[in-house]
């Protein structure tokens, strides 16, 4: 009975969010958020706590929308909405996604890295990650990881043009002592991504236990089992 009244508080949350009706939305989502049995619902538990598991995901992804839609000033909400959803359910790519994409925008760009990564772990043929990832690799300047992820790109689809650029960027120039180095003649860009500033990591702002533990994945590995 108790989790028929909580789907039922999901869904007003929901029609009240599609009705851009935000700090209606925001309440029901947060009130549901809080109850108990919501809350104390444990990962690989019992079949009733998964289906209560999955009320707190859908509860978190969409209140991260919530907070998307009222401004930048509750990016920081949002954000943390999206690393718990991505605790609950790592497979859904959606969320990795805009995880990935918030995070840039943010300057958070290990942590953008982590998710369009894990968002390519779990849908190997993610357009959006894949293209994401080799722009924000360029904006942290990791050389080695942008020629195989423009090499993974290029196998799908041989004709992509800024594949093309970046692998052969890369590739072509020789590296000049005492000179700038190749990958920065390379500017990031994606019509859907935000940079504050090339290079410019700004992970530390996040407090430390919200930070996903491992950032520093290696990509190699990554990339081997998508392809």
Not at 42 to 56: F, M, T
Not at 188 to 203: G, M
């Amino acid at each position: 009975m108790q989790e028929f009244h909580l789907s039922q508080i999901y869904q007003e949350g929901l029609l009240k969010l599609q009705a851009k009706e935000y700090e209606k939305a925001r309440e029901l989502l947060e009130s549901l958020l809080k109850d108990p049995l919501i809350s104390s619902a444990q990962v690989k538990s019992s079949a009733s706590d998964g289906h209560l598991l999955q009320l707190r995901f859908l509860a978190l992804k969409n209140l991260a929308t919530v907070f998307l839609q009222q401004g930048p000033a509750h990016y920081d909400s949002a954000l943390r909405c999206y690393l718990q959803a991505v605790e609950i359910d790592t497979k859904d790519s959606v969320v990795w996604n805009r995880l990935g994409t918030l995070s840039c925008s943010m300057g958070l760009l290990s942590i953008s890295r982590w998710a369009f990564e894990q968002g390519l772990f779990c849908s190997p043929n993610n357009w959006n990650c894949m293209e994401k990832l080799l722009e924000v690799l360029i904006a942290i300047g990791d050389e080695v990881a942008c020629l195989s992820v423009s090499q993974l790109i290029l196998r799908h689809w041989p004709s992509h043009s800024r594949a093309l650029h970046v692998k052969n960027t890369i590739e072509v120039l020789e590296p000049i002592p005492f000179s700038p180095r190749v990958i920065d003649k390379l500017k990031p860009k994606h019509v859907r991504l935000k940079f504050l500033d090339k290079r410019k990591r700004t992970d530390d702002n996040l407090d430390e236990g919200v930070a996903p533990k491992k950032l520093n994945q290696n990509v190699e590995l990554q990339l081997a089992e998508a392809s």
